[in-house]
């Protein structure tokens, strides 16, 4: 994954589920990244994940991104 970086934000929580209508239950941390990207292995091929990135600043977590779906190939 790959996302743009944001202004002041020194860390990322990278989170994923299979619903496409999810709830913050529903969501799960995979990743904790310095970066604005992370290698997210571990798939099951043909399924679909749907992924979000929430930046960490010095204020705390900031509200989630915008939700991408992917298939695992």
Known sequence: LIWS???NSKN?????CLKK???NTDWK????????????DNLEPGKTY???????G?????PPSRIQAIMAA
Not at 29 to 40: A, D, E
Not at 58 to 62: K, P, Q, S, T
């Open 12 to 16: 990322y929580l990278v989170q994923n």
């Open 21 to 23: 209508e999810a709830t």
């Open 29 to 40: 941390t995979i990743n904790y990244s310095t970066k604005s990207r992370c290698l997210i």
């Open 5 to 7: 970086p944001v202004r």
């Open 50 to 56: 749907y992924f979000r990135v929430l930046a960490i």
């Open 58 to 62: 010095a204020g705390g977590i900031g």
